[in-house]
């Protein structure tokens, strides 16, 4: 099947969308032996993940260095079903300066903020609203978050409606159903109408990875959604039982390399769920650093869907700066 033409209204995007100004995956047709020959040694991606930590920064001052770029990653999530208004203003407050003026002056770092919010498509006005004249983007979460199964038209209005409320960036659920059947034509179908659907929004692909039973089925999602035009792959909605792994990360990031090497396009990766602590920040930096390089530590290439992890770095760069009694001092709530 061919892709489907744009046909979502040209509408003035929220004002970040130059971080993402690298080219767009323009996609390929589905490529079906490619799919087909891709196969993933799941003890070996354990063992692989297994020594990530050991390769973390071992001094301080290195640390929170990678403590701070991280923050630059995350989008900062909030997808609860008692969300509010008022919860969304805190929340964009934090994203506008994640980290006090002390801190980043102890550790002598410039103006920080996070790489975009994330909400449900009732918050992207007062979410907007909260970042006008930030720069930074809304992203929306779509088709029926987070399982996927609401009819499919519904699916398409849902990712039109928020581009149409100002989300410039639109994270969508996959079938889980179209993996666990090996239907890569149906799963490439929905991909590419999603995309077709968001326009000039950009659009991360959740493959929800912990309901993909295998790797190997984890890496031909990865291929298909790429194909079909995604301009992210992300791991997870946070919602299901396992949400990201290491594993699950290094075989992504090798899809994205292959497809680099098939393509000459840049797709973008987002580990979320469960993504929580300081050493799961910087294991997933290391992660990406090595299987992708350096590009992919910039936040039109990489983030972090989180909505705790941004809590858990300040208070190690608190300990770094001003000593590890401070934390309670300082942060009297995580
Ligand atoms: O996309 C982001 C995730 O929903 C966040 O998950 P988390 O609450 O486990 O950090």
């Not at 840049?266 to 090595?290: H, M, N, Q, R, Y």
Request: proline share 7%; charged share 20%; hydrophobic share 45%.
């Amino acid at each position: 099947m061919t892709r489907r033409e744009n046909k979502t209204p040209a509408r003035p995007a929220s004002p970040a969308l130059p971080r993402l100004a690298h080219a767009r995956n323009g996609g390929l047709p589905l490529d079906t032996g490619w799919i087909a020959s891709t196969r993933v040694n799941r003890p070996a991606a354990e063992r692989h993940a297994a020594g990530l930590a050991a390769r973390r920064p071992a001094d301080p001052a290195t640390e929170a260095a990678w403590l701070l770029r991280a923050v630059g990653l995350i989008d900062l999530t909030t997808l609860s079903g008692d969300d509010t208004p008022g919860r969304v203003r805190q929340l964009c407050a934090k994203a506008r300066a994640p980290l006090g003026a002390d801190l980043r002056k102890a550790l002598g770092a410039g103006p920080v903020t996070t790489a975009a919010v994330c909400v449900y498509h009732e918050m992207i006005a007062p979410a907007l609203a909260a970042l006008e004249g930030s720069g930074l983007p809304v992203a929306a979460v779509s088709t029926g978050f987070p399982a996927g199964l609401s009819p499919f038209s519904t699916r398409l209005a849902e990712i039109e409606a928020s581009v149409a409320a100002g989300a410039s960036e639109i994270d969508i659920v996959i079938s889980r159903r179209h993996v666990l059947l090996a239907d890569w034509q149906a799963l490439y179908d929905e991909v590419a109408a999603f995309r077709a659907a968001c326009g000039p929004a950009h659009m991360k692909a959740i493959l929800a990875t912990g309901e993909l039973g295998t790797l190997t089925n984890v890496a031909r999602a990865s291929l298909v959604a790429m194909m079909a035009g995604a301009d992210f792959i992300k791991t997870s909605t946070g919602k299901e039982p396992v949400n990201a792994t290491l594993p699950v990360g290094l075989t992504m990031c090798r899809m994205i390399r292959a497809y680099r090497e098939a393509t000459g396009v840049d797709v973008g990766f987002k580990p979320a769920g469960g993504i929580s602590t300081a050493p799961d920040a910087l294991d997933w930096l290391v992660l990406v650093g090595e299987e992708l390089g350096p590009r992919w530590q910039e936040p039109d290439l990489f983030r972090f869907g989180a909505s705790s992890l941004l809590g858990a770095i300040e208070r190690r760069l608190d300990e770094i700066a001003f000593g590890a009694g401070s934390t309670p001092r300082r942060h009297a709530t995580g």
